[in-house]
């Protein structure tokens, strides 16, 4: 049982961390297809300089490439004016790339040793803390409301004389530092950078924040379903249940069968941002 | 606007040209395996039309969808369910009826696997990209438990089905000495006109344009866009079911965990440079082919084929803004 609990919460911290990147990402409404990207990114930075500057140097270049990267997709959407999905691609693109590129040529393949991972509760205890930041920050505070109002309609907010390109690029540095941090608590995690590593957390992580309706709360604990949702598979593979062998591929096709169920609208209400895609 | 593009243009460069340098690869050398390995001679050509293949029938339709405005991300996992269940089809029945039967399942599997798709964007507005990426990761895990299960063949020891007996394998087209031209790849070139038919001379095809340019006044026009988006989707699906088909019977002549490998994200980079001519699917499907073959072949210099994704990012970004730059002229 507690095995079971420690499972739920070290499957659902990195996604929430992620669904965080990406809340602050499409609430300003940019549509955030690259978080697998970033997030990979942040696990290879992480795992190439902590050998060298050690735990919290690791973390905190993790979190100036999530950052850089995050500039990027700003720059080729909000500047560039790049179909939003056409960027969040081709950084998902570049990224794996990217690292399998210098993985496969012998950088950052060390294995981490204790001394250069920070304690996987700090991670922990972040994830908790930071939707419940986030709601305060949306509900709280003038940037908070002027990152939904951009988000909902930027051509209103616009004229009431917010740039939302300026918001954006703040959203977007939230994005970065969500992302270096899930990407660093993975690297911790399994203490190795591996080629491809996220295998899709990033579009879990997007999937839960859908399923919460793009608030943050509720993507949290979307998020704690589907790393539920995981740590039931891996307790399950092998045993049968009501005398049935169920392969664990089921039970990995359960994330995504139910946020294509919330998108069809049979979870609740779409509550879309209005405003995600334009400029 | 102008200065921009030149930027982006020279900051690509100066990436590509800086990560060769940091893992302390001879960039000449890089670049020239590049063109020998897919280009090198028949043998290399022959390896180009054979990643070239897939590219161009998956090309037409993320090409085909992207004209309805819609962004088919899922032609991974539509692939991926024509392959299997195609492949499931053609090894029951055997025989040129088998392959026949079997790419006809592999189109309705294609089909039915966008539907859903379609359905949600049309009448529920949930975003087909979304939709599409949580179906590729369903029919990833689902074929695989499909060919670890009551497909696996009784004398493969890994999750695989049994190899088809040869008279169920295509054959090439075409063997000029070492110049092989597969039947799949003219069935593409066929599939590529037919779409650049269809859309510029039908009126079905132009109403599939018009929803995709300008929903709002093609509703006006009297477009009925909810089924058009729907149509456009399970076209697409079909196009990509049958391309997983054909490469089944064409190539790998089995189905087995690990089939995909990552030819439906390609096709998304393949139908974005074609751009607004689809007879440009065949240069940039070459391009796409012709670079995923020379990646293989810088391995030797122990430069990881990684780089060969970074560049085709970089390509697509560059077309993506020119693109936008384009339409900025035009509206002032």
Redesign the interface.
């Known amino acids: 049982m507690v095995d079971f609990l420690l499972q739920t919460v070290t499957m659902s911290a990195p996604l929430i961390l992620m669904a965080m990147a990406g809340y602050m990402s499409e609430r300003s409404g940019v549509i955030n297809i690259g978080l697998e990207g970033k997030m990979l990114t942040a696990c290879f930075v992480c795992a190439a300089f902590a050998p060298r500057f050690g735990a919290i140097g690791g973390v905190a270049l993790a979190i100036v490439a999530g950052i850089i990267i995050s500039l990027l997709h700003w720059t080729l959407t909000q500047v560039y004016r790049i179909d939003h999905i056409i960027s969040g691609m081709a950084i998902n693109l570049l990224a794996s790339g990217g690292t399998a590129f210098l993985v496969g040529s012998g950088i950052g393949k060390d294995i981490l040793s204790d001394a250069q991972r920070l304690p996987l509760p700090l991670y922990y205890g972040l994830a908790i803390v930071s939707p419940i930041i986030l709601y305060a920050v949306a509900n709280r505070t003038r940037f908070g409301l002027r990152h939904k109002s951009v988000g909902s309609d930027p051509d209103k907010a616009r004229l009431l004389g917010i740039n939302p390109q300026t918001v954006r690029f703040g959203a977007l540095i939230c994005t970065g530092i969500f992302s270096g941090i899930a990407g660093s608590l993975l690297v911790t995690e399994t203490s190795a950078f591996t080629k491809d590593m996220t295998s899709g957390r990033g579009y879990i992580a997007l999937a839960a924040l859908i399923l919460g309706g793009w608030r943050p709360i509720p993507a949290a604990l979307s998020c704690l379903l589907f790393g539920f949702a995981t740590a039931v598979q891996i307790q399950m593979s092998g045993k049968p249940l009501f005398g049935m062998e169920i392969p664990s591929e089921i039970w990995k096709m359960l994330p995504y069968i139910v946020t294509l169920l919330a998108l069809a609208g049979l979870l609740g209400r779409n509550r879309t941002p209005a405003g995600l895609g334009k400029h | 606007m102008k200065v921009?593009?030149p930027i982006?243009f020279a900051c690509s460069i100066v990436v590509i040209i800086l990560?060769l340098v940091?893992?302390?690869?001879n960039i000449g050398e890089t670049v020239a395996t590049i063109f020998t390995g897919s280009l090198g001679n028949a043998l290399k050509i022959s390896g180009t039309i054979k990643e070239m293949t897939p590219l161009l029938i998956l090309g037409a339709a993320v090409y085909l969808a992207l004209k309805a405005g819609l962004?088919n991300?899922g032609a991974e996992g539509q692939y991926l369910v024509g392959a299997c269940f195609g492949s499931y089809a053609m090894i029951a029945i055997g025989g040129p009826v088998g392959v026949a039967v079997g790419c006809i399942v592999g189109i309705v599997g294609g089909a039915l696997w966008a539907l859903?798709a379609g359905?949600?964007k049309a009448y529920?507005?949930?975003?087909e990209?979304?939709?599409t990426?949580?179906?590729n990761?369903?029919a990833l895990?689902?074929t695989?438990?499909i060919v670890?299960?009551p497909m696996k063949g009784a004398d493969q020891h890994t999750a695989s089905t049994s190899v088809m007996p040869a008279n169920t394998q295509l054959t090439p087209l075409l063997t000029i000495g070492k110049l092989e031209i597969p039947q799949s790849f003219v069935v593409g070139i066929l599939i590529v006109i037919a779409i650049g038919y269809w859309l510029n001379k039908t009126v079905s095809g132009y109403e599939l344009k018009a929803a995709g340019a300008n929903p709002t006044a093609a509703q006006f026009a009297g477009v009925k866009t909810k089924q058009v988006t729907v149509k456009a989707m399970m076209l697409s699906g079909a196009l990509a079911g049958l391309a997983g088909a054909l490469q089944v019977a064409q190539f790998e002549h089995r189905f087995y965990d690990g089939f995909a490998t990552g030819y439906g994200?390609d096709a998304?980079?393949v139908a974005?440079l074609a751009g607004s001519n689809p007879f440009y699917l065949f240069l940039s499907a070459f391009f796409f082919g012709a670079l995923n073959k020379g990646g293989t072949a810088i391995a030797i210099l122990?430069?990881?084929?990684?780089?060969?994704?970074?560049v085709?990012?970089?390509v697509?970004?560059m077309f993506?803004?020119v693109r936008?730059g384009r339409k900025q002229v035009n509206h002032g």
Do not use: C, E, Q, W
Request: aromatic share 8%; no cysteine; proline share 2%.
């Open positions: 921009r593009i982006l990560s940091v893992v302390k690869a962004f991300i859903p359905v949600i529920r507005n949930g975003h990209v979304i939709t990426i949580m179906l990761s369903i895990y689902m695989r438990a670890a299960g994200f998304l980079g974005l122990g430069v990881d084929k990684g780089i060969t994704m970074v085709l990012a970089v697509i970004l993506a803004s936008y």
